[in-house]
């Protein structure tokens, strides 16, 4: 049987971007902190699971003390509701919003999928996406598709449009995905072929 | 009033080793996580809490069902009694047996201290080493300062040097350090002075 | 006096990126070589520098053999000869050759001005490029700033679209400068403001 | 036919540590210094090319205008004449006397050998070296292999040991390795067994 030093030491080898010896360290430090705060700690967890929802409509995490369904970004009337974002995961929504360059709606996929996947419903909220861009009374014409510049990112952005456009047709919604070009920091003595070729497209 | 996820967040800051971005990754993944695994975390954890003592001798932590107040280590009749090696960190002391080197008793120091430190007393526990080594009935001759070969790690041993000689002198106590030399890895084009006069002194 | 070893240690700490340590590895490098090859790269260099030419067309160094004052692809008739790139170095040109999405001309700078300078004429071929765009007879109608997203590179762009605003409306000219938004890599979870607004307004 | 600037490229490639890119980089620095520049660097190549040698003693490279055969720590008759120091490299010889930790002769091997090598001697100047220690007159009676604490390093103390055994038994040469330890720098929390174990047997 193992001691509880060793079990709290596994759980933590869980988490994402922990290594073993992290893991040892992290363990040794949360048994040297007060019993108050260990307690403090483990509340708060508890308290994030029970009380963080995820969104019926954009799929997000949320917190929420009330029986609301729905985020804050959701609920927001004042938000553009005919564009949609689609990003991957509840992170880069928080970024996006950080930059405060964009005033529409988004949809957490929760997930990439490959060129390589058999199902990649499995891996991507699809259903979900095609739930919400149906909606009777729904407002939304154009879906933004907000995937990271990644062979992951856009093998997903090619799933996606494929798996849209029926609906997209019916529906009269437009799919765009986000413009390439060089991003901050971009040099040219460095630059990639797709990235110079939708930079000379793009120029203005 | 914060929100659910933000206090986690910010306790997960505390952590070492962990910047906001993660901290926020990580918030994200306990909550993405089924109930039954954050559950069984937050048990570890309080069980970890609770479970784990401070060994009465070495002062290292050490995972307890029953009432023993010494670890496994200090509770070994096979351990060589006679040598205490003085380390700075229980994460250093699983290390050093994990290289198999060493069959002595330990003794944890809980930090370092530096030359510039008013009340050094404060960051080391020499005062519990004191008593360590000053326990009647007690066999160790030698006592080896195991500390990190860094800038630290010397200031301590000089503190320790010159805090604990009374005492070695009364009781016939040897201090010794680790020897110095090329460690694994060293090479002589970035060989530094100190360690190439040790190399060179200690050569056989 | 100096040896010739430190001599020449002393000569190729002063290459681009090459630090104390390595310069003295490639001095004993370059003497540990056996004579033919010294030779050889000495007489490389003198004939690179005899032979190599700064075209008086696009202002890049190219080699030649001949009484060419103009590099091949200023002289290349399948270029497209309404476009003008301007690039900051060589080495940036050659870079969006490879890449093989740019058929028209280019102009090297020789480098980048800060909007902290006071004589920025003397850091880049302002004047050379004035004069390039105002050949008689030429049938540039484009001028494409593409210098890197970097300050350095913003700077540039502002002082040449100033320094060059007046000749181009006299002259019916176009300037431009490289599209931005999402470059190959680019990750949502990291994406800036500056980028993220332009992949959406850029978004297609 | 390659143009100057690619044969120029191509030999910079050559070089140790220098990859494609800064190579090309190289190459048009090169062509863009001016002239009386490369000239002096050319001149300076030539120079050492021509003024350096090989010291007939410890096979050290080292700059002499005369005829000179032995260079300045071989002729200096106030280095300790017991000891000679045996290093891999040039370099290693340099790093040694900066630390102005050993007063002794040395001997450098050229290179290093590994357990694979079907024939070590073409590795390393062990023949040299042979010669060297039994000269007739000499006053050596310490050999101490000082090669990095690496495989490579341990494979070619292992070589010399045992190439070296019968003469140094006949001529009364002790043979010795530099000392083990923690170097500077070296953390317990990460120290390995082999270090760990020199640094316990070696505690002062």
């Not at 933590?12 to 893991?23: D, F, H, V």
């Not at 959701?74 to 938000?79: E, G, K, L, T, V």
């Not at 598709?145 to 009269?172: I, Q």
């Not at 901050?184 to 000379?200: F, I």
Request: one cysteine or more.
């Amino acid at each position: 049987m193992h001691d509880t030093l060793t079990t709290l030491t596994e759980l933590l080898r869980e988490l994402p971007g922990i290594g073993p010896r992290q893991a040892r360290r992290l363990a040794y430090w949360f048994v040297r902190r007060d019993h108050a705060w260990v307690e403090r700690f483990a509340r708060a967890l508890i308290a994030a699971r029970d009380k963080v929802k995820t969104c019926d409509l954009c799929m997000r995490l949320f917190p929420s003390e009330h029986t609301a369904s729905r985020c804050s970004l959701c609920s927001n009337h004042h938000r553009d509701a005919h564009l949609l974002l689609v990003v991957e995961k509840d992170v880069d929504l928080e970024n996006i919003e950080k930059t405060g360059t964009y005033k529409g709606r988004y949809f957490v996929l929760g997930g990439t999928t490959s060129n390589l996947d058999k199902e990649p419903e499995r891996k991507v909220r699809v259903r979900e996406l095609l739930a919400r861009i149906t909606l009777p009374n729904d407002t939304i014409s154009e879906i933004v598709l907000a995937l990271s510049a990644t062979t992951e990112g856009e093998d997903t952005v090619a799933f996606l449009k494929e798996y849209l456009a029926p609906t997209c047709t019916n529906h009269a919604l437009k799919i765009s995905i986000l413009g390439r070009g060089l991003s901050t920091g971009t040099e040219l003595e460095y630059v990639d072929a797709d990235t110079m070729k939708s930079a000379l497209l793009g120029r203005s």
